[in-house]
C-alpha cells in the first residue's frame, strides 16, 4: 500500500466559516490554487495550479488507485474539493484524516495546535504565517486606489509573498507527515474509519431547508427588533438601549439598587423578583426579548444553504474527542431551541405569511415563537418524510448496565419508568403511588431531578444547575435528595471509586486494570514521545488521556491528571479528572457507539440519514410507515454489550420537531 500525503490551497469567493465546505466549493469562482504532495514520506513537491503547472501523471493516476492511501489533514476539505476538480466523488475509503487520528488519540484539532501539543520541532510545525498568507490569497480583497481596484490577489501582484505561500503548503504536509509519524502506534480502529466515511456521506447528503421559512423568520424577527428598540428608546430616553453600560447605568437608577451585569440569567431572576417600577419591568423585558441569539441560526441557514436548497456539513465527526461524540457546525444542530408550542403548523404558515399582527395576538412574544420554530425550518426532501427517532434514556440504560445496578436493569426490561422508580427506591415508596393526583406524585419532581444531576457524582452544585431551585425545590431539601439517590444506587456510588481506583492505579503502576468490562492501561511509545492512559471500551474503542501523571488535589489525595483541551480557555493545557467524570467519559462514550451501531445498521438497511442530534436520527424517509421498522433496528442487541436494554421511540413528521 502507497501513502501520498496531500495539501492543498483554495481559492473562493464564499466565506468558508460562514458557509461552509459545501457552499464554500460550488462559488463558480472555486479553484484550487496549490496542491502539496508527497509519496511514501519522500521530498514534499508542489504543484502551482494557479500559474498554469498541471497535476504530475503519477498524482493523477493515485487519486482513484485502491492501493494508494491518500493522506490529509481535516481530509473532509481536499476530499471534497478534490472531487469537484475531478468531476467525481472520490472513493471515501482510500482517504485518511490525520486530523481524526489526533483527535482519537486525545488531542485538539487544528494542525497548529496539534502540532505544538505534540511537541513538534519548529521545522515540523505549521508555519504561523499561514493566516495572513490565506486572507492575502484564499479570499476576496477590498477593491482600493493603491491596489488598482482589483477584488483579488493574484500570485503575480504579490510574487515573494507567494512563493512563501508554497512554501506554507508544503509545511503543512511536513507537519501531518510528522503528526502521523507520532500517532503510529495507537491506529484509529478500522470501524472508526468505517463510520467516519458514514459521516462524509451523511455531510454531503445534506437536508433541505424551507427558504421561504427562513427569509419570512428574518424579516419578522428585524421588524420585531426595530420595534422593540424604539419602544425601548421611548421608554428610556437612552440613545442605544442595546449597550450593556447604557441599560446598566438606567436601570439602576430606575430600580435604586446595583446591578452586576445583565445576563441572561441575570435578566431572568429580576423578573421573577417583586419590582416596584413598571417601566424598569419593561425595559428587562425588551432586553430578554432582544437578546434571544437562537434567530441567528435562521441567518446561519441561509449563509448555508447550498444551490439546491439543501444545507451539508452540519456534524464534526470525533468532535467531542473526549468520548467521540458528533459536535454541531454551521447550525449548530445539537443545541436548538426546544418547541412548546402546540400548534406549530399555524406558527410557522403565519412566518410564512408574514404574519406578524397574528403571530402577536396569538403567541405574544414573537422572538420566543420564533426561537420555537428553528427545528421546523429543516423539512424532508419533496415527497419524503422525517422518521424522528431516538434511545430512549440512553445514559441511564448504559449506566445502569455498567454498574450492574439491578434494580435500575428491571425498571428498563419492564415499565421503563425511571423517574417514578427511582423517587421510589429514594423515598421508600410504592411506585403504584407515584402517579397523578396522588399526594406522592410530588416524589417525581425529586426523582427526576436526581437523574438528571446525580448519576455522575454529582452533589448539590450539580441540582442547582440542572434547575433544581427553578423546579420548586428548596436549599434545604437538597442535600436529602443526594444522598437519598446515592444510598439507592450503591452500585453506581462503588462504580465511580472504582473506576477512579483504577485509573490511579493504572498510572501509578503501569499495570492493566479491569471494572466492569472497561480495561484501563498505560500506553506509550517512547521513540515518538508519546504516554497515555487508555479506557478500552467494550466496543474495542479506546478513549485516550494524553500524558497521565497523578498529583494531590484539595484535600491531599492523588488525583489523576493528564494534557486536553481546557473548554473555557480554549488551550492545551493541564486538568485533572475523578471517577465520576471518568464514568460521565465512559457512559456516553459507550451510548455514542451504540448510536454509531444504529446508524449502520439502518444505512445498511437503506434508509438515508438527513443528520443526527445527540441519541436521535432523522431519517429522510420515503414511507412513514417505515416507523415502526427503524424503531426496532435502533432497539436490536448489541453484542458487546450483552444484556444492556435498548429501546427506541419515534415519530414521522413533515418538519422537524421535537414530540
Given at each position: 500500500m502507497v501513502d501520498l500525503y496531500i495539501d492543498i490551497e483554495t481559492y473562493s469567493s464564499v466565506d468558508i466559516k460562514k458557509s461552509g465546505l459545501?457552499?464554500?466549493v460550488q462559488a463558480p469562482d472555486f479553484e484550487i490554487l496549490l496542491f502539496a504532495y508527497s509519496f511514501n514520506g519522500a521530498p514534499v513537491q508542489i504543484v502551482d495550479l494557479a500559474q498554469g503547472e498541471q497535476l504530475p501523471q503519477e498524482v493523477i493516476s493515485s487519486i482513484n488507485n485502491p492501493n494508494v492511501l491518500k493522506h490529509a489533514y481535516n481530509a473532509s476539505f481536499e476530499w471534497f474539493c478534490l472531487s469537484k476538480y475531478f468531476g467525481c466523488m472520490l472513493p471515501l475509503d482510500q482517504w485518511r484524516c490525520t486530523m481524526l487520528h489526533g483527535l482519537y488519540c486525545g488531542y485538539t484539532a487544528g494542525l497548529e495546535a496539534t502540532g505544538e501539543a505534540l511537541g513538534l520541532p519548529r521545522e515540523k510545525q505549521k508555519l504561523s504565517t499561514g493566516a495572513a498568507l490565506i486572507r492575502t490569497f484564499c479570499v476576496p480583497c477590498k477593491p482600493?486606489?493603491?491596489n488598482g481596484h482589483r477584488t483579488r490577489t493574484l500570485p503575480h501582484h504579490e510574487p515573494e509573498k507567494w512563493e512563501l505561500f508554497k512554501e506554507y503548503c508544503k509545511q503543512d504536509v511536513r507537519?501531518?507527515?510528522?503528526?502521523?509519524?507520532?500517532?503510529s502506534a495507537f491506529p484509529v480502529p478500522e470501524n472508526e474509519q468505517r463510520l467516519w466515511e458514514l459521516d462524509q456521506v451523511i455531510n454531503a447528503r445534506g437536508v433541505r431547508v424551507d427558504r421561504d421559512l427562513i427569509t419570512g423568520a428574518l424579516a419578522l424577527d428585524e421588524t420585531v427588533t426595530g420595534e422593540l428598540t424604539m419602544e425601548a428608546i421611548r421608554i428610556s430616553g437612552l440613545?442605544?438601549?442595546?449597550s450593556v453600560q447604557q441599560l446598566t447605568r438606567w436601570l439602576q437608577e430606575e430600580m435604586g439598587e446595583e446591578l452586576t451585569d445583565l445576563r441572561k440569567d441575570t435578566v431572568r431572576t429580576l423578573l421573577k423578583s417583586?419590582?416596584?417600577s413598571d417601566v424598569a419591568r419593561r425595559m428587562l423585558e425588551i432586553r430578554q426579548e432582544l437578546s434571544k441569539t437562537s434567530t441567528k441560526k435562521y441567518a446561519a441557514m441561509n449563509e448555508a444553504v447550498c444551490d439546491d436548497g439543501r444545507v451539508r456539513g452540519l456534524l464534526q465527526f470525533y468532535g467531542a474527542n473526549r468520548t467521540g461524540r458528533w459536535a454541531g457546525r454551521l447550525v449548530q444542530v445539537q443545541n436548538l431551541p426546544r418547541n412548546y408550542l402546540e400548534t406549530l403548523e399555524h406558527a410557522r404558515e403565519c412566518v410564512l405569511g408574514r404574519k406578524l399582527d397574528a403571530l402577536k395576538l396569538i403567541y405574544g412574544n414573537v422572538p420566543d415563537t420564533l426561537s420555537q420554530l428553528i427545528r421546523t425550518a429543516f423539512v424532508p426532501s419533496e415527497g419524503r418524510v422525517f422518521i424522528v427517532a431516538?434511545?430512549?434514556?440512553i445514559e441511564a440504560r448504559v449506566i445502569a448496565w455498567l454498574a450492574r445496578e439491578e434494580w435500575r436493569n428491571e425498571v428498563f426490561r419492564t415499565h421503563g419508568k425511571i423517574y417514578e422508580a427511582s423517587a421510589s427506591q429514594m423515598f421508600g415508596v410504592?411506585?403504584?403511588?407515584?402517579?397523578?393526583?396522588?399526594?406522592e406524585y410530588a416524589l417525581r419532581q425529586k426523582g427526576k431531578i436526581a437523574e438528571l444531576a446525580?448519576?455522575?457524582?454529582?452533589?448539590?452544585?450539580?441540582?442547582?444547575?440542572m434547575g433544581a431551585l427553578d423546579m420548586g425545590l428548596t436549599e434545604d431539601e437538597l442535600p436529602e435528595i443526594v444522598q437519598r439517590w446515592r444510598q439507592a444506587n450503591k452500585r453506581i456510588v462503588d462504580l465511580w471509586y472504582a473506576v477512579e481506583n483504577a485509573a490511579l492505579h493504572t498510572v501509578r503502576t503501569c499495570q492493566p486494570t479491569g471494572v466492569n468490562g472497561l480495561v484501563f492501561a498505560r500506553e506509550g511509545d517512547r521513540q515518538n514521545g508519546q504516554d497515555f492512559l487508555t479506557i478500552t471500551l467494550p466496543s474495542g474503542r479506546k478513549l485516550y488521556y494524553a500524558r497521565p501523571f497523578l498529583a494531590p488535589n484539595q484535600w491531599g489525595n492523588d488525583s489523576l491528571h493528564y494534557y486536553g483541551m481546557d473548554q473555557t480557555s480554549k488551550k492545551w493545557t493541564e486538568l485533572d479528572t475523578y471517577g465520576g467524570k471518568l464514568v460521565e467519559n465512559c457512559v456516553q462514550a459507550i451510548s455514542r457507539d451504540c448510536l454509531a451501531v444504529a446508524m449502520q445498521r439502518l444505512t445498511a438497511a437503506g434508509y438515508e440519514i438527513a443528520f443526527h442530534v445527540h441519541d436521535e436520527v432523522i431519517i429522510d424517509a420515503y414511507n412513514a410507515d417505515d416507523l415502526d421498522r427503524v424503531c426496532q433496528i435502533m432497539s436490536e442487541p448489541i453484542p458487546w454489550v450483552p444484556g444492556l436494554l435498548l429501546k427506541a421511540d419515534g415519530f414521522f413528521t413533515k418538519f422537524y420537531r421535537k414530540e
Open positions: 459545501y457552499r464554500y482600493t486606489k493603491s507537519t501531518e507527515m510528522e503528526i502521523e509519524r507520532r500517532l440613545d442605544n438601549p442595546k417583586d419590582l416596584e431516538d434511545f430512549s434514556a410504592p411506585i403504584e403511588k407515584i402517579v397523578k393526583g396522588q399526594p446525580l448519576g455522575y457524582q454529582g452533589g448539590v452544585g450539580a441540582l442547582v444547575t
